[in-house]
T-cell receptor
């Protein structure tokens, strides 16, 4: 297991389109997080899963955003009816006993909404 | 006011210098403190992790936490051009089930030859 992976790495879409991102965490990690990072800012928390349960959502996660982790392994983040303000880096992180509780991040998916 | 404040820089130092990076925070419930390094267009990479107050050293890196002042620092000794990156401080509360992170804005560091 080489770490957290995310797909795609880059996504360019037109305003109003739907997009879906995938995150594969480190296999033994039971916690999975999504963050959003805009230029010049630190990552901001979006949502958190423990196994397949979504336990917390930020108020940043509008109703156009939905995240799933159906079998407690990989996770998807979908944005419906994208807006230009959704352009950002979407980061996935995972944590578990083997990481000492610290979060390890994937490379991110860079979304550009035209 | 943000929960975590960090000077965005940029900070430019010559190779071999000692670098000091800092964050202040307002939430006294934060107990876990981390520093991440982020290269351009990459995900954050964990550098240092400390719990509560005190110092922790790892190679050229030293992390300090002063909870009484709500102030954390990262020192980089003998800085190298490869240290040029954005350094993000992050912190979390001991909620027992979650460890979501609250980040600073990041400080951009440039180490010049």
């Amino acid at each position: 297991d080489t770490g957290v992976s995310q797909d795609p790495r880059h996504k360019i879409t037109k305003r109003g389109q739907n997009v879906t991102f995938r995150c594969d965490p480190i296999s033994e990690h039971n916690r999975l997080y999504w963050y959003r990072q805009t230029l010049g800012q630190g990552p901001e928390f979006l949502t958190y899963f423990q196994n397949e349960a979504q336990l917390e959502k930020s108020r940043l996660l509008s109703d156009r955003f939905s995240a799933e982790r159906p079998k407690g392994s990989f996770s998807t983040l979908e944005i419906q009816r994208t807006e230009q303000g959704d352009s950002a880096m979407y980061l996935c992180a995972s944590s578990g006993l083997t990481s000492g509780g610290t979060s390890l991040f994937g490379p991110g998916t860079r979304l550009t909404v035209l | 006011q943000k929960e975590v404040e960090q000077d965005p820089g940029p900070l430019s130092v010559p190779e071999g210098a000692i670098v000091s990076l800092n964050c202040t925070y307002s939430n006294s419930a934060f107990q876990y403190f981390m520093w991440y390094r982020q290269y351009s267009r990459k995900g954050p990479e964990l550098l240092m992790y400390t719990y509560s107050s005190g110092n922790k050293e790892d190679g050229r890196f030293t992390a300090q936490v002063d909870k009484s002042s709500k102030y954390i620092s990262l020192f980089i000794r003998d800085s190298q051009p490869s240290d040029s990156a954005t350094y993000l401080c992050a912190m979390s509360q001991p909620t027992g089930t979650a460890s979501k992170l609250t980040f600073g804005t990041g400080t951009r560091l440039q180490v010049t030859l």
